[in-house]
T-cell receptor, first 118, second 113 residues
Framework: GAVVSQHPSWVICKSGTSVKIECRSL??????MFWYRQFPKQSLMLMAT?????????EQGVEKDKFLINHASLTLSTLTVTSAHPEDSSFYIC??????????????FGPGTRLTVT | AQSVAQPEDQVNVAEGNPLTVKCTYS??????LFWYVQYPNRGLQFLLK??????LVKGSYGFEAEFNKSQTSFHLKKPSALVSDSALYFC???????????FGQGTTLQVKP
């Protein structure tokens, strides 16, 4: 099946620094990738939709200047958490949809990145 | 507003018994319906989906789900639970308007030996 990877799987950073998380589709091309945030024992909250070659679309309440998304190729999207603070600590998950399949097809999810800001 | 309800935070079953994880939704149109499973500190894995046709959908790991249009429900089922099925399960309609998955709050399934 289709595989989505994320790197790093976990990261610890100091408050005020920036962290970049990569999301890659390994065996398919993804026009669209999605970034989610998940708090412990809670549901996934969609942060933004990333479209290859264009600006990301952010959900209401998500700061676009804080969570920078770049989707420069059909297999790579990055999320940069700028000037991170402890409240940004969370589990970040990306997903991707194969560009060659119908919109009814499932999204493939990455394994997630655990961010801890100290 | 579009929403998904998984009324049970946790479902406990004994190994070998049947299990049901409930899901109801309020989404305009005829949404596509998905179930995903999440193991601890992992991403989500696709289990099954309903697009159209037969109301009983079969998926991975012996799971199936029954679509009921009149009740706007899509309950996940398995005839015989395994301890390894213990995980967090998400129901997620796909909004035809936005193309985005709408996630329920999740149900933790605990299967005891």
């Amino acid at each position: 099946g289709a595989v989505v990877s994320q790197h790093p799987s976990w990261v610890i950073c100091k408050s005020g620094t920036s962290v970049k998380i990569e999301c890659r589709s390994l065996d398919f091309q993804a026009t669209t990738m999605f970034w989610y945030r998940q708090f412990p024992k809670q549901s996934l909250m969609l942060m933004a939709t990333s479209n290859e070659g264009s600006k990301a679309t952010y959900e209401q309440g998500v700061e676009k200047d804080k969570f920078l998304i770049n989707h420069a190729s059909l297999t790579l999207s990055t999320l940069t958490v700028t000037s991170a603070h402890p409240e940004d600590s969370s589990f970040y998950i990306c997903s991707a949809r194969d560009r060659l399949v119908l919109p009814s097809s499932e999204q493939y999810f990455g394994p997630g990145t655990r961010l801890t800001v100290t | 507003a579009q929403s998904v309800a998984q009324p049970e935070d946790q479902v406990n079953v004994a190994e070998g018994n049947p299990l049901t994880v409930k899901c109801t939704y309020s989404v305009s149109g005829n949404p596509y319906l998905f179930w995903y499973v999440q193991y601890p500190n992992r991403g989500l894995q696709f289990l099954l989906k309903y697009i159209t046709g037969d109301n009983l959908v079969k998926g991975s790991y012996g799971f199936e789900a029954e679509f009921n249009k009149s009740q706007t429900s899509f309950h996940l089922k398995k005839p015989s639970a395994l301890v390894s099925d213990s995980a967090l399960y998400f129901c997620a309609p796909l909004s035809g308007n936005t193309g985005k998955l709408i996630f329920g709050q999740g149900t933790t399934l605990q299967v005891k030996p």
